[in-house]
C-alpha cells in the first residue's frame, strides 16, 4: 500500500510531534533526570513504571469512533497490542521490586516499550503509511504521550547503562 500523504494533517502531525519531543525533553531534562540520577535504579525507575501502567490507553487505536475507519490494521492493532504489552512488563518490572532479576524485568520492558513505540512511528510514517486524520480522538497519543514515554525509556536505559559501568567498574576494582 502507497503510504497516504496528505499534507493538510501531516504538516500539523509531524509539528506536534516535533514540539511534544522538545517539550518532554525540556521537562524530563531539566526536572525528572537531575532528581532520577541521584537515585538507585529501582527507586529511580519506579515512577517511570507507574506512568506506563497507563499504556492501555493505546487500545484506543483499535476502538472504532475514537479512531477513523481509515485507520489501517497494520498500525492499529501493532500499536494497541505491543502498548498492552508494555503495560504487562512494566508490571512485572514493578513486581520484581529491587529482587534478583529486577534488572532484566526493567530492561525487558524498556527495550520492548521503546521498539515498540518506534516500530508504530515506523508503520504510520514508512510501513503502512497513515493519514493523521484516520487517528481521530486518538491523535494526543503519538503528539503528547508517545514523546512522553520514549524520553522516559530514554532515561531507564542511561540508568540502567550508568549503574551498569558503576557496578562492573566497581567489581574490576574490588578485585
Do not use: K
Not at 499534507?7 to 533526570?33: D, E, H, K, Q, R
Not at 520484581?96 to 524485568?105: K, L, N, P
Not at 550508568?162 to 574490588?174: F, G, H, I, M
Request: proline share 6%; charged share 10%; hydrophobic share 60%.
Amino acid at each position: 500500500m502507497e503510504p497516504v500523504r496528505n499534507l493538510a494533517t501531516l504538516i500539523p502531525f509531524a509539528a506536534s510531534i516535533t514540539l511534544g519531543i522538545l517539550g518532554w525533553g525540556a521537562v524530563c531534562l531539566n526536572y525528572v533526570w537531575p532528581r532520577m540520577r541521584e537515585l538507585p535504579l529501582q527507586a529511580a525507575v519506579r515512577p517511570i513504571l507507574h506512568l506506563h501502567l497507563f499504556r492501555f490507553i493505546g487500545l484506543a487505536f483499535i476502538v472504532p469512533g475514537v479512531v477513523g475507519p481509515g485507520l489501517a490494521a497494520g498500525f492499529a492493532a501493532p500499536a494497541a497490542y505491543g502498548d498492552l504489552t508494555a503495560l504487562v512488563l512494566a508490571w512485572v518490572a514493578l513486581l520484581m521490586g529491587s529482587g534478583r532479576y529486577s534488572r532484566v524485568a526493567i530492561w525487558a520492558f524498556s527495550l520492548w516499550g521503546s521498539a515498540d513505540l518506534l516500530f508504530a512511528f515506523y508503520q504510520g510514517v514508512i510501513g503502512v503509511g497513515i493519514d493523521p486524520a484516520s487517528l481521530g480522538a486518538a491523535w494526543f497519543i503519538p503528539t503528547v504521550g508517545v514523546p512522553l514515554l520514549l524520553w522516559t525509556h530514554v532515561m531507564v536505559f542511561a540508568m540502567l547503562l550508568r549503574t551498569s559501568r558503576s557496578a562492573s567498574l566497581l567489581a574490576s576494582v574490588a578485585q
